[in-house]
């Protein structure tokens, strides 16, 4: 009988959230596994220096010493999907987060893939994504990148929430990275619903998880979602949030040696932003993926945060939620002024898109003058926009508020927005 031997190499560092050891033929992005008194802890090789490997644990690092075993098995990160995993809940490595088992029965690559740009679509199909206010707009088309940029408590999760359930697409690939443990559930439950949970890959990592879970949490949906784009579905990939997977991200860059750039963000940060959005699109051989991603912005200052000002030049428009709007009752917090879609002018008609932009312009006019408003300096009769929006204040109002149970078609967003056309013309 035929012996098969392995080569184990040794820990000769811990620290912090990762570990060095002499590397045995090891590469960048190999699975490892770390023998410990305890038992076995998994990794992966997230950096190389001379003749070590830096490796970043799944788990805790709880009982790893040096001098530990540690074997380097050539295998790369890996998933499993299929149509089984529609309606579950999964961890990174698609594990049911229920009973800890495999789910799918495809095994996939947790990475990305580059896609050729022209084997990219044009995107021409309206996206229904149920919200009145950004049906209008806001017009989404399928195969759209697009970021829900917000300040914290101001309703991101809610708004994202609304769109996977009433969004018109085939498949929804939610990822809630970094997420608070106790949110989940509720998440699952009130936002979710049963009715976005039947049509849904929900992949969940925790904010007590390593940081290298948290960014294979991320890749693990982007490649769910690739495998449902390659078989001709619509998918609505919905993450939050992109600004946890760069912090995440982050770490595992200063951890493998990268030099800190602005507010400690390395190189690699940016270059996994813009990789991993630009897994969507839509595709020549069929399919498309639709992403939607929440950014925390600090400050409520789009600019002052170096991930959200990037991602603004890397997506392919914007959905700005406002405090004032949010702090009012109104919801969704939608600013349609500071907010835009790319691919509108392509997606409506001529008509739509002069409605669109005719009120934005006068809600922009308004915006400007509401300090003097409400101070009582304002003379009625200086600007026309200014009047036309303190008279249908409350038709504005109701325009822009939305239940979060309650579904509007784009046919019906369009109306609603002939009918505020009408009111502020």
């Not at 991930?307 to 030049?313: E, F, I, K, N, S």
């Not at 405090?323 to 907010?339: E, F, N």
């Amino acid at each position: 009988m035929r012996k098969v031997f392995r080569v184990y190499s040794r820990v000769t560092k811990v620290s912090g959230v990762y570990v060095e050891a002499f590397n045995v033929e090891g590469a960048v992005g190999d699975r490892v596994i770390i023998k410990t008194v305890d038992g076995e802890r998994e990794g992966e090789i997230i950096g190389l220096h001379e003749d070590r490997c830096i490796i970043m644990p799944f788990g805790s690092m709880m009982g790893v010493k040096v001098g530990d075993k540690v074997l380097i098995t050539g295998e790369k990160v890996h998933t499993f999907t299929g149509d089984r995993v529609i309606g579950a809940v999964l961890d990174p490595f698609g594990r049911s987060l229920t009973d800890g088992r495999v789910v799918g029965e495809e095994k996939i690559r947790v990475d990305f893939v580059d896609v050729n740009p022209l084997e990219r679509e044009r995107i021409r199909e309206v996206l229904d994504c149920g919200v009145r206010s950004v049906n209008a707009l806001l017009t989404l088309g399928k195969g759209q990148k697009v970021g829900v940029f917000a300040g914290a408590g101001v309703g991101k999760s809610t708004l994202l929430g609304m769109i996977t359930r009433w969004a018109q697409v085939d498949v929804v690939v939610l990822a809630l990275i970094g997420e608070r443990g106790r949110e989940v559930r509720e998440f699952l439950e009130d936002v979710l619903g049963e009715e976005g949970r039947r049509r849904s890959v929900v992949v969940v990592t925790t904010s007590d998880q390593t940081p290298i879970m948290k960014v294979k949490g991320a890749i693990s949906a982007v490649a769910h979602a690739r495998y449902f784009a390659g078989r001709g579905k619509d998918v609505l990939l919905i993450m939050d949030s992109l600004t946890r997977f760069a912090m995440a991200q982050r770490e595992i860059g200063l951890a493998a040696g990268e030099p800190p750039t602005l507010k400690g963000y390395t190189p690699s940060v940016f270059h996994m932003c813009a990789r991993l959005v630009e897994s969507c699109g839509k595709f020549v051989r069929g399919g498309s993926i639709t992403g939607i991603f929440s950014v925390l912005v600090e400050g409520d200052d789009l600019h002052t945060d170096p991930v959200a000002d990037a991602l603004l030049g890397m997506l392919d428009g914007h959905i700005v939620l406002s405090r004032k709007r949010a702090s009012s009752g109104l919801y969704p917090a939608v600013d349609p002024v500071r907010s835009l879609s790319r691919v509108m002018p392509h997606l409506v008609t001529e008509d739509h898109m002069r409605m669109a932009l005719h009120i934005r312009d006068v809600l922009s006019v308004y915006d400007a003058m509401e300090e003097v408003v409400h101070v009582g300096l304002y003379r009625q009769g200086s600007n026309p926009f200014v009047d036309k929006v303190i008279k249908h204040r409350d038709e504005i109002r109701s325009f822009f508020h939305q239940p979060a149970e309650v579904k509007v078609s784009f046919q019906e967003s369009v109306e609603a927005l002939r009918e505020l056309y009408r009111l502020l013309s």
